[in-house]
């Protein structure tokens, strides 16, 4: 899938920035800027394959470092693959 | 709870194993947390954010959505929901995908005339931004029936709302209707009879107060058998729930 850079990335970067500087200041973060950072950051959101397609073959080390895909992942009836942020901030 | 029902769970992000690790080890997680170290495996799913400018931290991460995945590599459905907050809950994934609830999940039973419906959570307890399932088991005595949807007016149809402000979005859908046609009026409507089931969920807003509380809704119907049609109905009724405190994921740096 073609990567396609949003021309007001700036712009949202500058949001970005200033919601976190609030937030790890201890700062209120107001309603208008949350939604702001929130708007910025779902901007074209894609939700990838759909149901019936077959998702991409992947080999990921997990956190004891064991090379782990599909095949040694999967219970009898499917895995639930959960792509979130971030475990460190 | 997934486990129990044959699936296993997987959780995917542009961390190192050894933020991982620590993660793992800080929550007393078992479930494998993978490591996609450049967002390559992000990227081929097509959920990379490219909304976040390189050198900010957060560039490389996925737009968030969990997907349930055949043994085969099916994709079989997926779980997204609009604001990174927000996250769905394993107990609505269980009570879609194999119509089981979480074992101190609270049940609520109504009734009105020929009508019993039953309405419960996916799970007892649930983190605010979380999104939880509820079912709605509905029972008609023979000989009534109640209207689906797309329904003319004056009829009502079944729907469920509840009516709380800490729920930012809400869904209930009911399985189709089956055409009626109705003698007395001449007319083919969508109706249920006998027992079905209907599926929905509830988005809890972010932040949401820690602690027990009642979720409270209200159905609405309208009953009717080949000879009389009752007034549309309008019945309340009250869910418990307990949200769990926040959790702050530490900071490893």
Same mark, same amino acid.
């Given at each position: 899938?073609?990567?396609?850079?949003?021309?007001?990335?700036?712009?949202?970067?500058?949001?970005?920035?200033?919601?976190?500087?609030?937030?790890?200041?201890?700062?209120?973060?107001?309603?208008?800027?949350?939604?702001?950072?929130?708007?910025?950051?779902?901007?074209?959101?894609?939700?990838?394959?759909?149901?019936?397609?077959?998702?991409?073959?992947?080999?990921?080390?997990?956190?004891?470092?064991?090379?782990?895909?599909?095949?040694?992942?999967?219970?009898?009836?499917?895995?639930?693959?959960?792509?979130?942020?971030?475990?460190?901030? | %709870?997934?486990?129990?029902?044959?699936?296993?769970?997987?959780? @995917?992000?542009?961390?190192?194993?050894? @933020?991982? =690790?620590?993660? $793992?080890?800080?929550?007393?997680?078992?479930?494998?947390?993978?490591?996609?170290?450049?967002?390559?495996?992000?990227?081929?799913?097509?959920?990379?954010?490219?909304?976040?400018?390189?050198?900010?931290?957060?560039?490389? @991460?996925?737009?968030?959505?969990?997907?349930?995945?055949?043994?085969?590599?099916?994709?079989?459905? #997926?779980?997204?929901?609009?604001?990174? =907050?927000?996250?769905?809950?394993?107990? !609505?994934?269980?009570?879609?995908?194999?119509?089981?609830?979480?074992?101190?999940?609270?049940?609520?039973?109504?009734?009105?005339?020929?009508?019993?419906?039953?309405?419960?959570?996916?799970?007892?307890?649930?983190?605010?931004?979380?999104?939880?399932?509820?079912?709605?088991?509905?029972?008609?005595? *023979?000989?009534?029936? @109640?209207?689906?949807?797309?329904?003319?007016?004056?009829?009502?149809?079944?729907?469920?709302?509840?009516?709380?402000?800490?729920?930012?979005? =809400?869904?209930? !859908?009911?399985?189709?209707?089956?055409? %009626? #046609?109705?003698?007395?009026?001449?007319?083919?409507?969508?109706?249920?009879?006998?027992?079905?089931?209907?599926?929905?969920?509830?988005?809890?807003?972010?932040?949401?107060?820690?602690?027990?509380? %009642?979720?409270?809704? #209200?159905?609405? +119907?309208? =009953?009717?058998?080949?000879?009389?049609?009752? $007034?549309?109905?309008?019945?309340? +009724?009250?869910? *418990?729930?307990?949200?769990?405190?926040?959790?702050?994921?530490?900071?490893?740096?």
């Amino acid at each position: 899938m073609a990567l396609e850079i949003p021309a007001d990335l700036a712009e949202k970067a500058a949001i970005m920035r200033e919601f976190r500087r609030r937030r790890d200041a201890g700062e209120p973060v107001s309603e208008q800027l949350y939604a702001a950072h929130v708007n910025a950051t779902n901007d074209h959101y894609a939700t990838g394959p759909d149901p019936g397609q077959h998702i991409p073959d992947f080999t990921l080390p997990d956190q004891r470092g064991a090379l782990r895909s599909l095949s040694n992942l999967s219970g009898p009836n499917g895995l639930l693959l959960v792509f979130h942020r971030s475990a460190d901030w | %709870m997934l486990e129990r029902n044959g699936l296993r769970i997987a959780a @995917v992000s542009y961390d190192s194993p050894e @933020v991982l =690790q620590t993660f $793992a080890e800080k929550h007393g997680i078992e479930f494998p947390l993978l490591s996609d170290r450049d967002s390559a495996v992000i990227r081929g799913f097509g959920i990379f954010n490219n909304n976040i400018a390189p050198g900010l931290r957060a560039h490389g @991460v996925p737009h968030p959505v969990e997907y349930l995945v055949a043994p085969d590599g099916t994709l079989i459905r #997926k779980y997204f929901v609009p604001n990174y =907050q927000h996250r769905v809950t394993a107990s !609505e994934v269980v009570l879609r995908e194999f119509g089981t609830t979480g074992e101190d999940a609270a049940v609520v039973s109504l009734r009105s005339g020929a009508l019993t419906v039953e309405i419960g959570f996916s799970s007892a307890r649930a983190f605010a931004g979380q999104e939880i399932g509820f079912f709605a088991n509905f029972t008609l005595e *023979p000989g009534w029936h @109640v209207y689906g949807r797309p329904l003319p007016t004056p009829y009502a149809a079944v729907s469920i709302d509840f009516d709380d402000s800490r729920i930012v979005r =809400q869904l209930f !859908e009911p399985p189709e209707a089956r055409p %009626m #046609k109705i003698d007395a009026l001449n007319e083919t409507l969508p109706v249920y009879s006998g027992s079905f089931r209907g599926l929905g969920s509830l988005l809890l807003k972010f932040p949401f107060e820690a602690g027990h509380t %009642m979720v409270t809704g #209200k159905l609405h +119907f309208q =009953q009717c058998s080949e000879t009389v049609c009752e $007034a549309p109905e309008t019945l309340s +009724f009250e869910l *418990p729930l307990t949200i769990e405190p926040f959790m702050v994921a530490p900071r490893t740096k």
